[in-house]
């Protein structure tokens, strides 16, 4: 068959446009590329326990006053957790037994670890202890304080929902080894809402009460603890001979 320059100019013509479409759709193909990915998931908002962390950024912190020269040094231990709440993850309960976590909601470090400077806030406004260490420190204290997250959880079981913090305490004196006193702290809050930034003011309202109720009780056993060793000091010391009739 003879093909005329006519026809193969057709036939020029269709294949560059057959080129140019694939092109385009090679284009679109690459400018659409971005969308087909997976978006990055969303930050997750953080949040912490100090109801008074927006104020002491803009002014400083009051200083408190020391106890006497003869109260006791208090070493703060760093707070441990119970297993499941040694995360920074914020938990909520919608079945008896099972934690859940938030999935766009955290706290901005492990709770036990943000409940120890407010710790030892706490107890220095007691002015019950000559210093209030916290460890790890090089300082020595007459008093050991170690403390445990039992609990930090919203609870969606009842409307409206509602924040509790249970927090173990022991007391121990350092040079016996001897345990002072040992409490269990518990507190519930509402939340007011069924969201977790409620529970975030909730969870910062049952720290600060069981943050009170732990610095009463600390300042109260120093006090038991500096009593006790001299009433049994004098029980135990021999009593002085009389004097002889003259």
């Not at 002014?59 to 709440?85: D, E, F, I, K, R």
């Not at 910062?204 to 060793?229: D, F, G, M």
Request: hydrophobic share 50%.
């Amino acid at each position: 068959m003879n093909i005329t320059p006519l026809h193969c100019m057709h036939r020029r013509g269709l294949r560059g446009w057959a080129v140019l479409a694939a092109l385009t759709a090679l284009s679109g193909l690459g400018g659409c590329s971005g969308s087909l990915l997976p978006k990055p998931p969303a930050a997750a908002a953080r949040y912490t326990l100090d109801t008074a962390s927006a104020a002491l950024s803009a002014a400083p912190a009051p200083v408190a006053a020391a106890g006497p020269a003869n109260a006791p040094v208090l070493l703060v231990a760093q707070p441990s957790a119970a297993p499941g709440y040694d995360s920074a993850r914020m938990l909520y309960q919608r079945q008896p037994l099972q934690l859940e976590a938030f999935a766009f909601h955290e706290w901005v470090a492990p709770p036990a670890h943000l409940l120890a400077p407010l710790m030892v806030r706490a107890l220095q406004d007691t002015s019950a202890f000559r210093a209030v260490l916290l460890a790890p420190t090089s300082g020595a204290g007459t008093l050991r304080l170690e403390t445990e997250v039992v609990r930090l959880q919203q609870d969606f079981n009842a409307q409206p929902s509602s924040v509790r913090l249970t927090l173990r305490a022991v007391l121990i004196d350092t040079g016996s080894r001897r345990v002072v006193a040992s409490q269990v702290f518990d507190a519930t809050a509402p939340a007011g809402r069924d969201d977790p930034v409620a529970g975030v003011a909730a969870a910062q309202q049952v720290t600060q009460r069981v943050l009170i109720e732990l610095a009463k009780a600390c300042a109260a056993w120093a006090r038991e603890a500096a009593v006790t060793p001299a009433a049994q000091s004098a029980q135990s010391a021999p009593a002085a001979p009389a004097r002889a009739a003259r």
